[in-house]
């Protein structure tokens, strides 16, 4: 554990802040406004872009590397947001608290129940992570961090899905659910 956490640190040290997820822009517009949680946010890309089409955020991620840059990034933009340093598989996600929770690539199927009860009604989850044909891309990836096929549509069937993709080109499942 501490040895994965360091690599993260490392990686978050020397990594260029990546483009927001193509994926979160496309259904942007779709998203309820109001209260935004990002789950593994790394150095903050999406969330970013949450605070920017005028969301509240709070921001979640074990790098506490990744999050100074964060919070640097956006004081010198005069942005705020609550950022959190926690492991978010013993983060305690209140309940009916969030409009919004975004959680890309990142993959703790035991966060799925959590994250949909931390919704407040009509509360949306966007979720986009690796499956298992991102092996072929690359294939000393872990498999267990890999989704089956339809496994993410499975995991958040009792909210209602309104939108899923998996794409074997990019090795990604995509998800936009509601909470009724």
């Not at 040290?13 to 997820?21: D, F, G, Q, R, T």
């Not at 406004?33 to 990002?38: K, S, Y």
């Not at 890999?146 to 009792?158: I, S, Y």
Request: net charge neutral; aromatic share 8%.
């Amino acid at each position: 554990m501490i040895e994965a956490r360091q690599k993260w640190e490392s990686r978050h040290e020397s990594a260029e802040l990546a483009k927001p997820s193509p994926f979160l822009q496309d259904v942007l517009a779709a998203l309820p406004n109001g209260r935004c949680l990002d789950v593994a946010c790394g150095l903050g890309a999406n969330a970013e872009l949450m605070l920017r089409s005028g969301f509240e955020v709070e921001a979640v991620d074990w790098s506490v590397t990744a999050l100074r840059r964060f919070r640097d990034r956006l004081r010198a933009q005069q942005l705020e947001a609550k950022l959190v340093a926690a492991d978010v598989r013993s983060f305690r996600f209140p309940e009916s608290r969030y409009d919004v929770i975004l959680c890309f690539r990142f993959l703790e199927r035991g966060l799925w129940r959590a994250m949909s009860d931390a919704l407040r009604p009509d509360g949306v989850v966007v979720l986009e992570t690796v499956t298992t044909a991102f092996l072929t891309q690359k294939p000393e990836f872990p498999k267990e961090y890999c989704l089956l096929p339809g496994e993410l549509m499975r995991g958040f069937a009792g909210l209602e899905i309104s939108r899923y993709q998996e794409s074997p080109e990019t090795g990604l499942a995509s998800l936009v659910a509601r909470k009724a």
